[in-house]
């Protein structure tokens, strides 16, 4: 079964961090990037982070920047996104997904609806008091 699978996300207070994975089962990411994208209630959609297939690419949304840090270990097929210093409105359902054959030396947060040849099946994330 080809797939991404998620795990890590959970209930936070604010100022504490959590760490999602995103595993790639039944092939290989060594050739994807990888975007996450998160959903809360009443907003749109949100591209939250990227990295391209080396990993030296990554681009992040103005929201997260110095707080969110994403990465890859090839070895382990698994691309992950540390999140520090979480706040209220960082609450949403997250998502990792993968696109291949893709070798541009940057990521884009944003793309066109079809991008993606995988879609992770998403884990909650809940800051709050």
């Known amino acids: 079964q080809l797939q991404l699978v998620q795990s890590g996300g959970g209930l936070v207070q604010p100022g504490e961090s959590l760490r999602l994975s995103c595993a790639a089962s039944?092939?290989?990411?060594?050739?994807?990037?990888i975007n996450w994208v998160r959903q809360a209630p009443g907003k749109e959609r949100e591209g939250v982070s990227c990295i391209n297939i080396s990993g030296a690419g990554t681009d992040y949304a103005d929201s997260v920047k110095g707080r969110f840090t994403i990465s890859r270990d090839n070895a382990k097929n698994t691309v992950y996104l540390q999140m520090n210093n979480l706040k209220p409105d960082d609450t949403a359902a997250y998502y990792c997904?993968?696109?291949?054959?893709?070798?541009?030396?940057?990521?884009?947060?944003?793309?066109?609806?079809?991008?993606?040849?995988?879609w992770g099946q998403g884990t909650q994330v809940t800051v709050s008091s």
């Open positions: 039944g092939f290989t990411l060594d050739y994807y990037t």
């Open positions: 997904a993968a696109r291949g054959r893709d070798y541009r030396t940057h990521c884009t947060l944003e793309p066109r609806q079809g991008h993606y040849n995988y």
